[in-house]
């Protein structure tokens, strides 16, 4: 890896403020229902009953870092929040953001043996889809092997998305800066070719390459929302997503990434989901794998 440093790297997202965070009082039954039912409406989370001390722990630290002494005071910021901000932190919290380079491999050896080789051999811009890609560990990943099979100089034949609600999970993205613990995922020639190493303050850290970086379409949307003019899909990443959501939210998603997905083109989700009890017109082809028929 060739050596970056702050004046040469992409701005890192600040820290947030440290604050210690109190616990909070246990969320109350109402203010519980209120919170479930925004987080239900506005992005389809499904926080089942039983989940009030992790929603407490989770709020704990948006209050302190607002300096607010109740859930009671948060929920009426909530309540007037007209530009959709806070909504858009309560996400934020509540939410998890983990990922990780190559997370469940199995989608990646299908994308090199199956996926890639056939968009090698295709005309025209191939489109995939990265819905839900966290701080972008699952495009980059996704890049990285296109580059790999394809050759960097035919990337221009993909139009990578990559999509996520959290803005503060993009702006990570965009910076693609990492600690350098996450090497770890990637193999050694991935290192020299794609990354560069943090010297000076980003001592400690490693960025994507800024011109992969840019082959990146990264993009804040709400799956809850339209995404009907996204444009058409060869793969649509939809991974540990969906488990937030409901089945009748899954279907409802399933059946738009659906149309979204050109005939014969795949919906990979995560292992742990699975479609079972989700109503869909895709074929199964293995765990985690489905394809638009053809
Ligand atoms: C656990 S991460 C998954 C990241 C990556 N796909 C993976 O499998 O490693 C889940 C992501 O889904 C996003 N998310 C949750 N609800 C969403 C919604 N309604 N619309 C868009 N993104 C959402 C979260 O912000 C989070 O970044």
């Known amino acids: 890896m060739n050596g970056i440093s702050r004046r040469t790297a992409a701005p890192r997202v600040a820290d947030p403020p440290a604050v210690e965070a109190q616990p909070a009082r246990l969320v109350s ?7 479930r039912d925004l987080a239900y ?15 407490t722990a989770r709020l ?16 009426e910021i909530l309540r007037r929040d007209r530009t959709g901000a806070e909504l858009t932190s309560l996400i934020d919290a509540l939410a998890t953001n983990h990922t990780s380079f190559q997370r469940e491999p199995q989608h990646f050896e299908l ?28 495009p980059y ?17 993909l139009r990578l998305l ?22 770890a995922d990637l193999p050694a020639e991935w290192r020299k070719r794609f990354l560069q190493k943090g010297v000076g303050d980003l001592k400690g850290s490693f960025r994507i390459r800024p ?30 997503v969906m488990i937030y959501f409901d089945k009748r939210t899954q279907e409802q998603l399933v059946r738009r990434f659906t149309a979204r997905l ?13 479609l079972m009890g989700v109503k869909n017109d895709l074929e199964y082809v293995m765990p985690a794998v489905y394809r638009r028929p053809v």
């Open 262 to 274: 050109e005939p014969g083109g795949w919906l990979l989700i995560g292992h742990s989901e699975g």
């Open 211 to 240: 011109d992969l970086v840019s082959k990146v379409e990264f993009s804040r949307l709400n799956l809850m929302e339209p995404f009907e003019n996204a444009g058409t899909f060869r793969v649509i990443f939809c991974r540990n």
């Open 141 to 157: 990943t996704i890049l990285m092997h296109a580059a790999d099979a394809l050759g960097e100089q035919h990337l221009a034949k």
């Open 60 to 75: 704990s630290k948006r209050l302190a870092a607002l300096g607010l002494g109740t859930i009671g005071e948060y929920l």
């Open 162 to 183: 990559a999509t996520d609600i959290s803005n503060k999970a993009l702006a990570e993205a965009r910076a693609g800066i990492y600690p350098l613990d996450k090497l």
């Open 111 to 138: 994308l090199r043996t199956r996926i890639l080789p056939a968009i090698a051999a295709s005309s025209g811009r191939t489109g995939i889809w990265s819905a839900g890609c966290s701080t972008g560990e699952e």
């Open 41 to 55: 409406r506005t992005f389809g989370l499904d926080l089942k009953r039983g989940k009030e001390a992790l929603v």
């Open 29 to 35: 039954g109402s203010e519980f229902a209120e919170i």
